[in-house]
């Protein structure tokens, strides 16, 4: 309920329940992928990478959403509406952590706001610790999540996939893909195709408004999202302004929907810029 009740001023409507083509109902190979568990709207399956024998190297693991056309799901940071997936590994066996990683998503435009997510499915790849490597690992996950079409509806999932090092996995090529779009880290200032080039605030507006310039190379759209340094910021999506120098592409942002008493100053933001099929992330504070 306290899920359902995040979703704020989404509407949630009835939607009936379907059997989707793409749902398999029989389990998969345990060293490939768990049975997938969801509706005609969207499902959800554990899969698993290749992954070295060599000492206590993370075992390689994702999470695999699959969406009905029309229909998306949220980013870690979903932008001007939505909540973002949650994700509860405690009943996994032998695991230390389990690190998920966010490829890159797409902004929506919702008509009244910018919302960031993923079309068409995604697969969002895990980094799993085992407690101790020489023992078996069993991936649990708990997931709580929220798909949109015209209506926006909380979904659910419960799934398992046990590990093991050195296995070989079908899914391994899958789950490679989504770890390449992984955005990569990155500085302000660098020099690549695709960089950060400046972070500033507008003239005159000292801590209420940021201009952010970005270099990709020629022809390619790009993108830019910016995050808070607590889930409580509610930064809103960079939009595109004239202005920029030549050679490089400007966004601009207030800093609006700030927690109650927060201070910009000194805080650290967190830019995903992405441009074709490449993706940077960044760290800067607001000095």
Same mark, same amino acid.
């Given at each position: +309920?306290?899920? +359902?009740?995040? +979703?704020?001023?989404?509407? #949630? !409507? ?12 029989? $389990?998969?190979?345990?060293? @490939? ?36 056309? !029309?229909? =998306?799901?949220?980013?870690r940071y979903p932008g001007d509406s939505g909540v ?8 996994? &066996?032998?695991?230390?952590?389990? &690190? ?5 998503? $797409? ?31 069993? /991936? ?9 079409? =015209? ?9 398992? /996939? ?21 955005? =990569?880290?990155?500085?302000?200032? @660098? ?8 972070? $500033?605030?507008?003239? !005159?507006?000292?801590? &209420? ?8 190379? *020629? ?19 960079? +939009?595109? #302004?004239?202005? *920029?120098?030549?050679? /490089?592409?400007?966004?601009?942002? @207030? ?9 910009? $100053? ?13 993706? #940077?992330?960044? =760290?800067?504070? /607001?000095?």
């Amino acid at each position: +309920m306290e899920y +359902m009740n995040a +979703m704020g001023s989404r509407q #949630i !409507g009835a939607v009936g329940l379907g059997v989707a083509a793409f749902l398999i109902a029989a $389990h998969a190979h345990a060293a @490939d992928g768990s049975a997938w568990d969801g509706d005609a709207r969207s499902a959800v399956r554990l899969i698993a990478g290749n992954t070295q024998s060599v000492g206590d190297a993370p075992l390689r693991a994702g999470i695999e959403i699959r969406l009905a056309p !029309g229909w =998306k799901t949220y980013w870690r940071y979903p932008g001007d509406s939505g909540v973002p997936p949650r994700f509860d590994f405690a009943g996994s &066996t032998n695991v230390e952590r389990a &690190t998920v990683e966010w490829p890159t998503p $797409h902004r929506f435009d919702d008509g009244g706001g910018q919302s960031i997510g993923y079309s068409k499915g995604v697969v969002l790849p895990v980094q799993v610790q085992a407690k101790d490597a020489t023992k078996p690992v069993t /991936l649990r996950l708990k997931l709580e999540y929220a798909i949109c079409e =015209k209506l926006c509806v909380p979904a659910e999932a419960s799934l398992e /996939l046990p590990l093991a090092a050195g296995a070989e996995s079908s899914t391994n090529e899958t789950l490679a893909a989504a770890e390449s779009r992984v955005p =990569k880290p990155a500085s302000v200032g @660098d020099s690549a195709l695709l960089a950060v080039r400046s972070v $500033h605030e507008e003239p !005159g507006a000292r801590f &209420t408004r940021v201009i952010v310039d970005v270099a990709a190379p *020629a022809g390619e759209q790009v993108d830019l999202f910016a995050e808070g340094p607590s889930p409580e910021w509610a930064l809103p999506v960079p +939009m595109p #302004i004239a202005g *920029a120098p030549s050679g /490089l592409q400007r966004f601009a942002f @207030d800093l609006d929907g700030l927690p109650p008493g927060a201070d910009p $100053h000194g805080a650290v933001l967190t830019l995903t810029a992405a441009a074709g099929r490449s993706a #940077i992330e960044v =760290k800067t504070k /607001l000095e």
